[in-house]
């Protein structure tokens, strides 16, 4: 279930274990920036990223994008 906190904005979610956010409407991910705003300059295809990364989601984030239908999309 996504909680109301978990959305940055209209469709940016955080994902506190590696340090994004992802944009679910186009998933896209960006690196978050210390005033948790997203790096728009540096965005990566949730496709795309890499396997550290992938490897790093904490079980609640990847339970966040499981709900969201973004895993089965990856």
């Avoid at 896209?28 to 728009?40: N, Q, R, S």
């Avoid at 540096?42 to 966040?64: G, I, Q, R």
């Amino acid at each position: 279930m996504i909680k109301n906190n978990d959305m940055i904005g209209p469709n940016l979610i955080k994902l506190e274990s590696v340090g994004s956010l992802v944009d679910v409407d186009i998933m896209e991910v960006y690196p978050c920036m210390k005033d948790d705003t997203p790096d728009w300059e540096n965005p990566t295809p949730l496709t795309e990223v890499s396997d550290e990364w992938a490897f790093s989601l904490s079980e609640s984030d990847k339970t966040l994008l499981e709900d969201l239908n973004l895993l089965e999309r990856w």
